[in-house]
Nanobody, 118 residues
Framework: VQLQASGGGLVQAGGSLRLSCSASGRSFSSYGMGWFRQAPGTERELVAA????????YHIDSVKRRFTISRDNAKNTVYLQMNMLKPEDTAVYYCAARRAGRIVYDWWGQGTQVTVSS
């Protein structure tokens, strides 16, 4: 699986961005997908995830009611809609894929920079 993330950029606090991650292959609907982020000097953290089978979603507390993960299986794409952005959301954002039923993410995109100015 090859993943290509896009949509990052520079935005003022309170603004919005939508990240997209397109996947190669014909089995996209069978993969769980996640968005991770890593700020300088910090560990990479899972921000949001969406299931393969039931499309159940998970968001970390710090982004709930601001970020929304979704997927379009017809387009082999997963999205992260980010609203009310804060400077602390500044990071490189990565999309990742995992086989259904597994916890470990096996495939990673190249990352897209999100910078939120105050």
């Amino acid at each position: 699986v090859q993943l290509q993330a896009s949509g990052g950029g520079l935005v003022q606090a309170g603004g919005s961005l939508r990240l997209s991650c397109s996947a190669s292959g014909r089995s996209f609907s069978s993969y769980g997908m996640g968005w991770f982020r890593q700020a300088p000097g910090t560990e990479r953290e899972l921000v949001a995830a969406i299931g393969a089978i039931d499309s159940d979603t998970y968001h970390i507390d710090s982004v709930k009611r601001r970020f929304t993960i979704s997927r379009d299986n017809a387009k082999n794409t997963v999205y992260l809609q980010m609203n009310m952005l804060k400077p602390e959301d500044t990071a490189v954002y990565y999309c990742a894929a995992r086989r259904a039923g597994r916890i470990v993410y096996d495939w990673w995109g190249q990352g897209t920079q999100v910078t939120v100015s105050s």
